[in-house]
């Protein structure tokens, strides 16, 4: 069960926490952040969800202490998770924003989806968290584009978000926590939908970046990740960090 807002109608920073949780329903509330006053009455949000008859292909990855609740650990060498693909998650022809809180070890793939025509990634590269994306050019198919935040994320928590905003030309930014870290303006269009299917931890099949070959397996603790279909604004990821960063989750496991 995965649920997140899809509107920001409070004027303050929120986020979506379940309180009970089965295998024929789930209690959903809004939870807004006390940064800014101690008042917690929120207006009405629309709030959207998936829920999955049968859990994703996990092959290792153990549940363990997470940022926030629980997560899940990859050990570097055979640890990922796959997940089937659906049209709510394509993200050709529309812009989309990619999201994680990541406690890393080693380089590696955080998330990855399609490969080598069309698809997007956000990974570590010598320490860096990188977000790329391969589509339609102007000269030819397959292109594969790079935008580095230059940020060190290995080592401890990070926010790392990836946000893809199609155009002429089209925009790679991506962030890590909170902060604009890297732009990329270029010519390039996911027209297709990806042959290949959302994978975390590890980029299996035809590789999305340039930057190292598949697999790519990574050394990581993995929470909160988010595929949303939109362009998250400067202040909603930044405002998403510092609402993490104040809520108490004791009271919650995912």
Not at 86 to 94: G, L, N, R, V
Not at 116 to 123: E, N
Not at 129 to 143: C, E, H
């Amino acid at each position: 069960f995965i649920a997140w807002h899809q509107t920001t109608d409070g004027p303050d920073a929120a986020c979506v926490r379940h309180t009970s949780l089965t295998a024929t329903g789930a209690q959903v509330r809004i939870q807004e952040d006390t940064t800014y006053d101690s008042e917690t009455s929120h207006t009405t949000e629309v709030v959207g969800y998936a829920a999955f008859e049968s859990p994703f292909a996990l092959d290792g990855c153990p549940k363990v202490e997470g940022a926030f609740g629980s997560a899940l650990s990859f050990d570097g060498r055979m640890d990922y998770v796959e997940v089937p693909k659906y049209p709510e998650a394509s993200p050709a022809d529309t812009p989309f924003t990619i999201e994680a809180w990541v406690y890393a070890e080693s380089d590696g793939t955080i998330v990855a989806r399609g490969g080598s025509s069309y698809g997007f990634t956000l990974y570590i590269d010598g320490g860096v968290a990188k977000f790329a994306v391969r589509g339609d050019g102007l000269a030819f198919p397959g292109k594969c584009v790079i935008v580095s935040s230059g940020v060190n994320v290995i080592g401890g928590w990070a926010y790392i978000v990836g946000v893809f905003t199609p155009g002429f030309p089209s925009r790679l930014d991506i962030y890590v926590n909170g902060t604009l870290e890297g732009t990329r303006l270029s010519f390039i269009w996911i027209t297709s939908e990806p042959g290949e299917s959302m994978q975390v931890g590890v980029d299996l099949g035809s590789q999305v970046t340039t930057d190292f070959p598949s697999p790519a397996y990574i050394n990581a603790t993995i929470d909160e990740l988010r595929f949303l279909r939109r362009a998250l604004a400067p202040s909603e990821i930044s405002q998403r960090f510092e609402a993490k960063m104040s809520l108490d989750y004791s009271d919650v496991r995912f």
